[in-house]
């Protein structure tokens, strides 16, 4: 397992998949050619012959008085519509107590946005019945982020198909989930920092300690290559103009500081810092 250490609060990366090819639907210009001549991407986020490297993997914070995880990827026993996504049977849970976090034990859990590949584990089937696999937490999701799926959800014809169906209304259903704005503090070291474009109400995680500081991205970006093409907008993304202006800012931002870098679905070693590469930016990781 990855971790991090980020003034008193440690980052564990808790691996549900991992997948090299396949990824062209959620960045359909990364073509082998164009990611061949980022020589920078290889090994660790492409392979030889240009193909993408990604992975799914939720994050477990420790800090002195909070237990978090960010995001719960896509969950077990879930029917979607991608293939490899459908039907899991991993390890997920045994392999996040190994790492020290009993799912009893955790306190809050933090929703940057609601894509299936980002809540399937808020929940757990039970004789046949979704409930949250966290009892002991809170579920933080933006306002705005739920208010919008809760009214897809009213206009979906087969909503016992949707991720919001099996993995938010049982949490809501339970009375776990607390609607916040898009800054909101979680504690003294964690708190929300909004990056809207890929939905309506993404956010990702900024961590602050002792002088160090984390940001976790959440989907703003889903691979590195677009540090160098910040203008490459995921076939995901909900608003594609201000999920690049999100990007162009937060590269600008990010460049030439000491802030780790830890992408929601960068492959190991998934964390690192931006530096500027010409008139863009790259991830610089160690190894």
Known sequence: MLSWRI???TVIRIL????????????????P???????????????????????????AVQTPTRRIIVDTCIGNDKQREIPNWSGLQTSFLADLEAAGFARESIDVVLCTH??????????????????PTFPNARYLMGRAEYDYWRDEEDGNPHP???????SVKPVWDAGLIDLVETDHAICEEVSFEPT??????????????RGEEALIT??????????NHPDWA?????????????????????AGTQVLVIGTHFAAPTAGHVVRDGDSYRLAVEG
């Open 114 to 131: 609601l894509h299936v590949d980002h809540v399937g584990w808020n929940t757990m089937l039970v004789d046949g019945k979704w409930v």
């Open 234 to 254: 995921s076939s995901a993304d909900f608003d594609t103009t201000a999920s690049t202006r999100t990007r162009e800012r937060m590269f600008e931002t990010l």
């Open 160 to 166: 016992e198909r949707s991720p919001f169906h099996d």
């Open 218 to 227: 959440g989907d703003f970006i889903h691979h590195p290559c677009q540090f």
């Open 16 to 31: 549900e998949l991992e997948m090299t090819g396949g990824t062209r639907f959620i960045l359909p210009q990364a073509t």
């Open 196 to 209: 809207l474009g890929h939905t309506p109400g993404h956010v990702s995680v900024r961590i602050r300690s």
């Open 7 to 9: 003034g008193d609060v």
């Open 33 to 59: 050619d164009v990611v061949l001549g980022m020589p920078w991407l290889t090994p660790h986020f492409a392979d030889a012959t240009g193909r993408l490297r990604m992975s799914v993997h939720a994050l």
